[in-house]
């Protein structure tokens, strides 16, 4: 083998193993923009609808309490459907907020407590005075409200609801700082392989001009 066809041989080895580095850094980055795209979408629909289960579950505690209340100012049945959607999508509500939470023992607490004030108010003021206004007595279905015993119960279930807020909102900035963090860490992927195949180039082509000068050389020693 003279020395052209060795700098030919070393120029080919070469393009070789750059094109099969390329390729792996290449099959790398596409892992991890995959990745980081799956994540970033599950973490962004994640983030709606906790935000959706949040805002349904106080529009849901809402309807409970001006259902009752107009129910027992008027006397109008017409009221308690609000009262009983509300029930109905609360549960819902409070029950997906549980299972989104999954392993998160202080959030779900958080919802645990939600539930537990909410049906406390159910049981002392909502449902003894939709009892006693169906029974007809309407100074003891009033009794809760002009007492202030009605809306310490729904208060406490509003501080609950607070706490649970916190939670909510903890956790939506957790997810959307993870999202950004893992777009910069993609981004830095990319630049780095740009960088590195910019690298490459320049030492390809140092190593190929090199090796060119080395077979003129010889070639003309030779000659």
Known sequence: MDASDDVRTRVLRLTISYVL???????????VAVKTRSENESDA?????????????KGALVDQETGVRGYVLTGDDAYLAPYRDG???SVARLAQLERYFGSDAVSRGAVIDVERRLERW????ARPEIAAMRQGDRDAALRPETSGDGRAAFDSVRAGL???DTRVEAN???RLDRITSSTTVLLAVVFALASFAA????????????????????????A
Do not use: N
Request: charged share 30%.
């Open 87 to 89: 029930t109905r999508r």
């Open 162 to 164: 607070a706490r649970l």
């Open 21 to 31: 580095v390329l390729v792996l850094v290449i099959g790398v980055v596409v892992a």
């Open 172 to 174: 939506r900035r957790e």
């Open 122 to 125: 159910r049981e002392r003021v």
């Open 199 to 222: 690298a490459f180039v320049g030492v390809f082509a140092t190593s190929k001009r090199r090796w060119g000068r080395q077979g003129v050389v010889t070639d003309d020693e030779r």
């Open 45 to 57: 629909k994640a983030v709606s609808q906790l935000f959706t289960a949040s805002q349904g579950l």
